[in-house]
């Protein structure tokens, strides 16, 4: 069988990753989440000093670029990779509400992009691979064969984090969640390089009123007809 490459991009809290993960699963493919490597240089930015009052320095940490080191390592009881960070596992720490912050400002330095991008690239480049984000359809892989852009309101989006977030025993309000959503749809949507935007040729797939089974369903059927066109 041959393999292809499943490019799945939208805004946060859109359902990317529970939908990459069901189909790697599935497909057997790799899974790489490309906002956990712009969640890890954040924390970097954030423990080493590049962070102050909200503002980053970016100039500082682009000449440090070379000491952030990103790793994905399989977790067999988890069924997916998680982010190591210079040998440290960081899954946890990058998913609290600071790195989510500071992570489109971080997001939006040219550099990290270059540098994250090619690091992408070589992670895909034997195909049979999921990999979500922001700018994968429209920059890391364009010629995907299958491209997802995912979209759900902005309120279901932020009850979805907030939820997630509670669980997790953080302290925190779903006003800062939903403002937290918005402003990060707005800067990732209207940022100099690589702004959000649908691929060309992406199916685009609104889930605000759907369940995981539901979606993953209907988007698992697509596929195997893509899979079927691409032998
Ligand atoms: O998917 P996420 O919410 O974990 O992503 C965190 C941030 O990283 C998001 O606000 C935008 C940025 N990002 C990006 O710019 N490009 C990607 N390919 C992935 C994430």
Known sequence: ?????????????TGKSTLAKQLAKKLE???VDTGAMYRAV????????????????????IKDLDSIVLKFV?????????MYLNDENVERKIRTLDVSKNVSQVAEIKEVRTRLVALQQDMGKDKGVVMDGRDIGTVVFPEAELKIFMTASPE???????KELLD?????????????????DYID??????????????????????GLVQQFERIYEHVLRVIEKNQ
Do not use: W
């Open 1 to 13: 069988m041959n393999k292809i490459t499943i490019a799945i991009d939208g805004f946060s809290s």
């Open 29 to 31: 493919y790799v899974y």
């Open 42 to 61: 954040t924390l970097y930015a954030m423990e080493n000093g590049f962070v102050e009052d909200g503002q980053i320095d970016k100039d500082g940490l």
């Open 74 to 82: 399989f977790n067999p009881h988890l069924g997916f990779a998680e």
């Open 156 to 162: 279901k989006r932020a009850v979805r984090r907030y």
């Open 168 to 184: 997790r025993g953080e302290d925190i309000t779903y006003a800062d969640i939903l403002e937290n959503v918005q402003k990060r």
């Open 189 to 210: 949507s209207h940022r100099e390089t690589s702004p959000l935007t649908k691929a060309e040729g992406a199916i685009e797939f609104d889930n605000s009123d759907m």
